[in-house]
């Protein structure tokens, strides 16, 4: 439940009428005035795209060389044969 300016307690009526005026200066500016905002959600793939092509592109997806041990795939032939051996 939203209180109204006029039930603030401890406030001088002064100090109310004039944050009364500012709210209205800003109603009066608020370029959305009349308008029924919907919040837009942010297209929940274009992080999924992001990665992907980045996956393509390093070669973790579609790449020719796959490492034996655990099947990545990889752009370079030594990436895949040194993928899962000790160091
Ligand atoms: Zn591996």
Excluded: W
């Excluded at 209205?24 to 092509?53: A, S, T």
């Amino acid at each position: 439940m939203s209180r109204r300016i006029t039930e603030v307690k401890g406030l001088s009526k002064t100090t109310l009428d004039k944050a009364r005026r500012q709210i209205q200066q800003i109603e009066k500016r608020n370029p959305h005035k009349g308008q029924v905002l919907v919040p837009r959600k942010e297209d929940p793939h274009v992080k999924y795209e992001r990665l992907l092509r980045q996956a393509q592109n390093t070669g973790r997806i579609d790449g020719p060389f796959r490492c034996c041990t655990c099947g990545s795939r990889y752009l370079i032939r030594e990436d895949a044969t040194g993928c899962c051996r000790p160091s």
